[in-house]
Nanobody, 124 residues
């Protein structure tokens, strides 16, 4: 079973940066679209960004466009987060979608494998 492990979360001041990583254990991610999602206390899980199998296409939530960048290399998917705001505070999850075509999505239902999450806190 595909297992995903997120890392890179932490406490950062507003305007700061973090880079999250999503690594797979024992499996190649080559056949999966990967999404990053987040969930703040009392809120629903929301899609942040996604990347297709080849890395050729990406998508971002409007709230993070221009600030976050998703990429993938050597069986790891990264989420570079710049200009962080307090409203970015949440637990961030990566998820994998086994898909044949060059697709990705910001809705959770397509993704069958999830990591445990990493906390991101943006506060002064």
């Amino acid at each position: 079973q595909l297992q995903l492990v997120e890392s890179g979360g932490g406490l950062v001041q507003p305007g700061g940066s973090l880079r999250l990583s999503c690594a797979a254990s024992g499996f190649t991610l080559d056949y999966y679209a990967i999404g990053w999602f987040r969930q703040a206390p009392g809120k629903e899980r929301e899609g942040v960004s996604c990347i297709t199998r080849s890395g050729g296409r990406t998508n971002y939530a409007d709230s993070v466009k221009g600030r976050f960048t998703i990429s993938r290399a050597q069986n790891t998917v990264y989420l570079q987060m710049n200009s962080l705001k307090p409203e970015d505070t949440a637990v961030y999850y990566c998820a994998a979608w086994s898909v044949v075509f060059e697709l990705c999505a910001l809705t959770p239902r397509q993704f069958g494998s999830w990591g445990q999450g990493t906390q991101v806190t943006v506060s002064s």
